[in-house]
């Protein structure tokens, strides 16, 4: 669904917003210049703006914002589920090649999303706030100036990613006992070298789009190569027989073709999303200062709780294989059900940004109270999901009892991290849209290894041997003084530095 009500397309209702501003005529309901479906109603245009026809603060609702946040993240949920389906896709056909395939395979996926993919999601962090505060303040063009600066900033650090991809082998080989899985692993991950630049670019790409109110694009080109993906993942690996590199070199086109079909979709389908594109400039190598500021920073929140995980993961493997399958399954329950509060995160932030950016404070603040209130409620669902399955899900995942036994064991712990996880995922959107990814990566890094993890290893391994139990324990209590920490934050700075901060930068 990608419509605020009934089935009106974003790029309608989103792309001609600022345009809108200097055209209230524009907002009779009469298609726009490029002839794709109507302009919203004014109340729709000024929600999205952050001010009136006049230039004046707008007023807002709880139930406005309401309405505007669940547009959003629908379309983002199934975006980033059926992104996380690329590798689960790999999981399932890998299982059937063979154990030390499959070993090999978990074993490159987890250094790829330490060293590379936790890197490109956390330098994309700060166009959360750049793209989304620069549309809302009405510098359209510089939306695409900093999509450029980031493209740039993203193949420049490929170099040492790939650098430390090819010789994976080698360095896994150092580190696990089990060798040959570790240059199986190096082999699949030097063929994936090949699929960081569009990964990059893409997640880059989505934050044009999202910044514009267009979180329908990344849906759309992922419906699209999804099926492609599992297409190739069949023929290379059940038709072709290449065994190992099919998956890979599967991986490698589906990720090359995101970013081409969502150039196809911006171009073609929401022509009017390109008045936020200014052309190649040579600007895009200069003045990279506050990218770089929020970027860093960002790297620093995603990769501190990513590596977190896999120490934990890593860790519940000295209790028993038992105990490493039920972790694999409590982590692949948590991952999916995370995508639903993550999702609505990112709309989040975005939304913030343009509120900032216009310097709409009292809608912005408005809006956070609406979200709390939003989280709140799909923390208590997913909680209460996860509790009331927590003897039929692990059937879903294994047959071996003891497995089932362990998993059911960890589903309440689960359920109530899940709640708390929510407000962790609240407060790192307001932070993003306020551009204080300082503080979120100071706080990740502090919470999750100077509290988090020596709790989690201390109840599992320590004299309340609380095993798997006690590592999800640890992980519960980092996620509370995550979001107790980033909220306080929140709510006593003052958020009038962000909008000073906004209207300074001068590209």
């Not at 199986?184 to 880059?204: H, K, N, Q, S, V």
């Not at 599967?250 to 990720?255: F, K």
């Not at 599992?460 to 980092?478: D, Q, S, T, Y």
Request: charged letters at 15%; aromatic letters at 10%.
């Amino acid at each position: 669904m990608d419509a605020l009500d009934g089935p009106r397309r974003f790029s309608a209702v989103t792309s001609p917003l600022l345009a809108a501003r200097d055209a209230p005529a524009k907002r009779n309901g009469s298609v726009n210049g490029n002839g794709f479906g109507t302009l919203a109603d004014p109340e729709e245009v000024e929600a999205l703006l952050g001010r009136n026809a006049h230039g004046e603060e707008i007023e807002t609702t709880s139930a406005k914002e309401a309405r505007l946040l669940f547009g959003y993240s629908l379309p983002l949920m199934f975006t980033y589920l059926l992104q996380y389906s690329f590798s689960l896709v790999t999981i399932f056909v890998v299982g059937h090649i063979g154990t030390d395939e499959l070993g090999a395979v978990s074993l490159a996926t987890m250094t790829a999303g330490i060293t590379g993919f936790a890197i490109y999601e956390g330098l994309a962090t700060s166009l959360d706030t750049l793209c989304a505060q620069a549309y809302g303040s009405g510098k359209k063009e510089q939306v695409g100036l900093h999509l450029q600066r980031m493209i740039l900033f993203m193949l420049l650090v490929t170099i040492p990613i790939g650098a430390i991809w090819m010789c994976s082998g080698w360095i896994l080989a150092a580190l696990v006992p089990e060798k040959e899985l570790a240059y199986m692993a190096g082999r699949y991950l030097r063929i994936l070298i090949a699929c960081t630049p569009g990964y990059a670019i893409f997640e880059a790409g989505k934050r044009f789009t999202q910044a514009q109110g267009l979180f329908s694009a990344s849906l759309w080109v992922l419906l699209l190569a999804t099926p492609i993906n599992i297409l190739l993942n069949y023929v290379f690996v059940f038709v072709l027989d290449w065994g190992l590199t099919g998956p890979a070199v599967a991986m490698v086109l589906s990720n090359t073709l995101l970013p081409i079909f969502l150039f196809g979709y911006v171009y073609f389908v929401v022509p009017s999303s390109l008045e936020c594109w200014g052309g190649f400039t040579k600007t895009a190598f200069a003045n990279w200062g506050p990218m770089v500021k929020l970027s860093v920073p960002g790297i620093v929140m995603v990769e501190a709780e990513w590596l977190a995980f896999d120490i934990l993961t890593f860790s519940s493997s000295y209790l028993s294989t038992a105990h490493l399958a039920a972790q694999s399954v409590v982590m692949t329950v948590a991952v999916a059900i995370f995508h639903i509060p993550f999702s609505v995160s990112v709309a989040v932030s975005t939304r913030l940004g343009n509120l900032i950016g216009a310097g709409a404070l009292t809608a912005a603040r408005i809006a956070t109270r609406t979200y709390v209130v939003i989280f709140l409620a799909i923390g208590l669902i997913d909680a209460t999901f996860l509790a009331s399955t927590r003897n039929i899900l692990p059937n879903a995942f294994t047959e071996d009892p003891q497995v089932r036994e362990i998993v059911s064991s960890v589903m309440p712990v689960l359920a109530l991290f899940q709640l708390s996880d929510a407000g962790t995922a609240l407060a790192n959107a307001i932070l993003r849209g306020l551009g204080r990814q300082t503080i979120g990566g100071c706080v990740n890094l502090g919470v999750y290894y100077g509290i988090a993890i020596p709790v989690a290893l201390g109840l599992c391994f320590g004299k309340p041997r609380m095993g798997l139990e006690g590592l999800w324990m640890g992980c519960l209590v980092g996620s509370c003084l995550n979001w107790i920490i980033e909220g306080t934050y929140c709510k006593v700075w003052s958020w009038k530095n962000a909008v000073e901060e906004a209207r300074r930068r001068d590209d």
